[in-house]
């Protein structure tokens, strides 16, 4: 019997919102009481077909990510930096979903958004 295809996201969130001006990066302002980056990953988090959401964020930012996701199902953030270049790890952190985590799951789609 087949497997099912399992699908995954990875929410890069690393970079650090310059152009946006002073306050922070970007990510972590509220908006309508609920920050930038809980309104882009609720979709995700919540799809039913999802195995899987995985969010790069900046190592200064862990807290803060924490903070801002809470109540949200997702993996522990993988470091990132402050540029849009996807980095080694992040790429590390697609293989190992992409490889069921070792946990036993079958992924075969991963997306980059």
Request: hydrophobic share 40%; with cysteine.
């Amino acid at each position: 019997m087949a497997k099912a295809e399992r699908s995954a996201a990875v929410i890069v969130a690393a970079g650090r919102g310059l152009r946006a001006g002073a306050g922070g990066p970007k990510q972590y302002r509220s908006i309508g009481g609920q920050t930038v980056i809980f309104r882009a990953m609720e979709p995700f988090c919540r799809h039913p077909q999802l195995f899987a959401v995985q969010p790069v964020v900046n190592p200064d930012d862990i807290k803060m990510f924490q903070d801002a996701v809470c109540g949200l199902r997702h993996g522990s953030p993988t470091e990132g930096g402050a540029s849009h270049v996807v980095l080694t790890e992040t790429v590390r952190t697609l293989d190992r979903i992409a490889a069921g985590d070792a946990r036993g799951q079958d992924v075969r789609t991963v997306t980059r958004w």
